[in-house]
């Protein structure tokens, strides 16, 4: 999905703290994948090639790990041994002298934990200062256990220059990590993320793939670059984790597998492919966590085009069916650039969210399932506890602006 509004500048006013150097732009670090037992350290430096990862744990020195960094200045090192649902500190240091940190990161309870947690889910982030506001300021007060992101982070393929390489798709991603408002969101919270389109370049699908391959090769290349998954490794980017006891999240991978999005809607097409979808399925039913969080990047009915689930409705209608009587689905996407809440076949539950820094989208009309919009920028914040999950999607201004609360039971889809 498209919506006009180009340039890179800086998302104005705000700042990240920590950075002793004088030029915050000649670094940047995020801790990412956060688990029970570690997380991952992924560091970028402009002209260092090495670094030093520091973790502390109350003020007192955990760790101090070496961490080289190849020629395109990035590089990362899973941390594991460590204590489940505890805040750590991160700090990474160059020779040169610069530091950037204290980055917190909270590791996931564990899976017998029944504490309440907060996990954030975000979406669409330009640098442009024309969607600049506070939201960013008040996500991070809201403390968050996790921050989730679900694609557009970063744009790529808007001006003044497209990005067709490595170079200049390593610069659209130092750019966005380097803002001063996106760092302050980094040294706040673990991260765990997926792309969408933006990162490669707008609706792609296979048929983009095979048509522009040398770029969509470098694309995918950056993206694991800043977002590395060391546990997976090749082209496997879906993924699940548990979050305490009450819940496990599936990120989806709406992207890579999916067909041309003018296929025929038959059999064949398909947005995860059979894999993927099968994992999805056996996982949700297997899993004991009280509330299970669907992450996709694109909605599953309700958006403007054939970008989303709306065009692959056979696989949809699979994918509904073998969810049923699963206690505790909720789905929640992005993409479309307005807030939303849906009901759809067997009673199946969706929350849009999105944009946290972009135009607004223009919904179309309302359909029966559309419970309710908002045209604003946005983020969701889920709050699970033992017997419910409460959302609110969070406005500029701090405004808790919709809020709903949730059983397992509400959030059981079930033959209609």
């Known amino acids: 999905m498209r919506i006009v509004g180009a340039g890179a500048a800086t998302l104005a006013a705000g700042s990240g703290t920590g950075c002793d150097a004088a030029s915050p732009r000649d670094a940047a670090i995020a801790v990412l994948e956060p688990s029970s037992r570690g997380f991952v350290v992924v560091a970028w430096a402009r002209l260092a090639r090495t670094a030093t990862v520091e973790i502390s744990l109350a003020g007192e020195p955990v760790r101090s790990i070496p961490l080289a960094l190849a020629e395109s200045g990035s590089g990362h090192v899973a941390i594991g041994d460590l204590a489940p649902g505890v805040q750590y500190d991160v700090a990474v240091t160059t020779p040169d002298g610069l530091r950037l940190g204290s980055h917190r990161v909270r590791t996931a309870p564990a899976d017998d934990d029944a504490r309440p947690v907060a996990i954030a889910v975000l979406a669409d982030v330009d640098p442009d200062p024309e969607f600049d506001s506070d939201l960013i300021g008040h996500l991070i007060a809201a403390s968050p256990d996790l921050v989730v992101s679900l694609g557009d982070f970063p744009y790529t393929d808007n001006g003044p220059e497209v990005a067709q390489t490595l170079e200049a798709y390593r610069d659209r991603h130092v750019e966005i990590r380097t803002l001063p408002k996106v760092r302050g969101l980094l040294e706040s ?3 765990r993320a997926i792309y969408d389109d933006h990162e490669f370049r707008n609706d792609w699908d296979a048929g983009f793939v095979a048509a522009e391959r040398a770029r969509y090769a470098a694309a995918m290349t950056v993206w694991d670059e800043f977002f590395p998954l060391p546990d997976l490794g090749g082209e496997v980017r879906y993924r699940s984790w548990r979050w305490g006891k009450h819940v496990e999240c599936f990120l989806l991978d709406c992207r890579r597998f999916r067909s041309s999005r003018e296929a025929a809607d038959d059999g064949t097409k398909t947005m995860l492919g059979a894999e993927q979808l099968a994992w999805l399925i056996s996982g949700a039913r297997q899993s004991t966590a009280s509330f299970k969080l669907v992450l996709t990047s694109v909605p599953l009915d309700f958006g ?18 073998g969810l049923l009587g699963i206690p505790g689905i909720l789905f929640v996407s992005a993409d479309q650039h307005w807030f939303a809440s849906h009901r759809h076949a067997a009673g199946i539950r969706e929350l849009q969210i999105g944009p946290l820094a972009r135009g607004i989208g223009v919904p ?3 359909a029966p399932g559309v419970l309710a919009r908002a045209e604003r920028y946005n983020v969701g914040l889920l709050e699970i506890g033992d017997a419910s999950l409460t959302f609110a999607a969070l406005g500029a201004g701090g405004e808790r602006f919709y809020e709903e609360t949730l059983t397992p039971d509400q959030l059981t889809p079930r033959r209609e």
């Open 189 to 191: 919270c673990g991260v």
């Open 304 to 321: 403007v085009g054939p970008d989303h689930w709306g065009g692959y409705r056979r696989e949809r209608d699979a994918l509904f069916e």
């Open 364 to 366: 179309p009309p309302a």
